[in-house]
């Protein structure tokens, strides 16, 4: 059985009390997240289409999404999918599929679709840290005591168990070994090893194990390894948690990916993961890098606030880094993916009439 040794980065204690335990996102956010629905303010049915859009997955054999546009939105309705309920279906879906191949270990995962509603209810938009620190537990039991056995992984075929092998292999360089032969004697010189450019999301952007050296070729016979990069637990916790999320929110949301995103490469799966097919694109390149953008910005915020309210003296002392960095990672990426899968939906809508 095959393990990541490193995952045990992530079993440090999380401390609990704190004077609170909310982060208000009403004011920071309002720019960034809901800017997409709120551009579609006065427009009934567009605002009814983008969210019938929010509540489901991306499903790659239907793109652009087919979205129904007879339905009349009704003041009940309206007001049930703008309090937050219309994101936490596809999260709560993806909850209750992991809970039933697992069992009560995925318990601890439920607390993401209450968090979901937080995030989206325009109303109160906050973070709970509690419910974070319940997340990223839950993440490392999941690596710790459920263990990472790629074997097993490779045997489940769901778009999660497979989307988690892909992008944990390549977060660590999908390491594999080959022979390098002697053109010159016809024997074997040696063997190399073999690394991926590391994780690549669904956007283009690469994270990779500092752990991992790097070899660049001079010439036909000569080669310069490059040493590797000192390991700092803060950034292997933090970067694992990434790494996790990145594939909970892919397989619950399905985003289509750019070409050389690790989600298209996958070892089985019994379905694909969507393409953002260039030749019959769901939204234009334009709209795609603002999603980027914005879902960036997002992030960079929600990390830098969860950053300041965990390293405040409520919270946790200033032994706990590797905690606090862990913490600040799992709310921008968490913020990230659903700003990623709102502004797809905007688009779909505002550019497919």
């Not at 999260?91 to 601890?108: C, D, K, P, Y």
């Not at 992984?153 to 070994?177: E, K």
């Not at 999603?291 to 300041?308: D, F, H, Y």
Request: glycine share 6%.
């Amino acid at each position: 059985m095959r393990r990541f040794g490193f995952v045990t980065l992530l079993t440090l204690p999380l401390l609990t009390g704190c004077t609170s335990s909310f982060i208000d996102l009403r004011e920071n956010l309002d720019v960034h997240r809901s800017s997409f629905e709120e551009k579609l303010a006065g427009d009934s049915a567009k605002e009814e289409q983008f969210r019938a859009c929010t509540q489901q997955a991306h499903d790659g054999s239907s793109l652009p999404l087919s979205i129904a546009t007879g339905v009349t939105p009704t003041s009940t309705t309206a007001s049930y999918l703008g309090i937050g309920g219309r994101l936490r279906a596809p999260v709560q879906a993806l909850v209750e599929r992991i809970h039933g191949r697992v069992g009560n270990n995925a318990t601890s995962f439920s607390v993401l679709s209450d968090m979901v509603d937080d995030f989206a209810d325009p109303s109160r938009r906050r973070l709970d840290l509690d419910k974070l620190r319940l997340l990223t537990d839950a993440i490392r039991h999941w690596h710790v005591h459920l263990d990472f056995d790629e074997d097993a992984l490779a045997r489940d075929t769901s778009l999660f168990a497979q989307l988690l092998l892909a992008y944990n292999r390549a977060y660590f360089g999908d390491v594999r070994y080959a022979i390098a032969p002697n053109t010159t004697s016809g024997t074997v010189r040696g063997i190399v090893q073999v690394t991926s450019r590391g994780f690549v999301d669904r956007s283009g952007a690469t994270v990779r194990f500092p752990g991992l050296s790097a070899a660049a070729q001079v010439d036909a016979t000569r080669a310069i390894e490059l040493a590797a990069t000192f390991i700092d637990s803060r950034r292997v916790s933090a970067d694992l948690t990434r790494v996790f999320l990145e594939a909970f929110f892919d397989a619950a949301f399905r985003v289509p990916a750019v070409p050389q995103a690790t989600a298209l490469h996958l070892p089985t799966a019994a379905s694909s993961y969507p393409t953002f097919d260039l030749s019959h694109p769901p939204i234009s390149l334009e709209a795609l890098a603002t999603v980027t953008r914005q879902a960036l910005r997002t992030e960079a915020i929600v990390t830098s606030l969860a950053g300041k309210a965990v390293r405040g003296g409520g919270l946790f002392g200033t032994n706990n880094e590797t905690v606090a960095a862990t913490l600040e990672t799992a709310a921008g990426v968490f913020a990230k993916k659903l700003v990623e899968h709102e502004g797809f939906c905007y688009f779909q809508v505002t550019q497919h009439p």
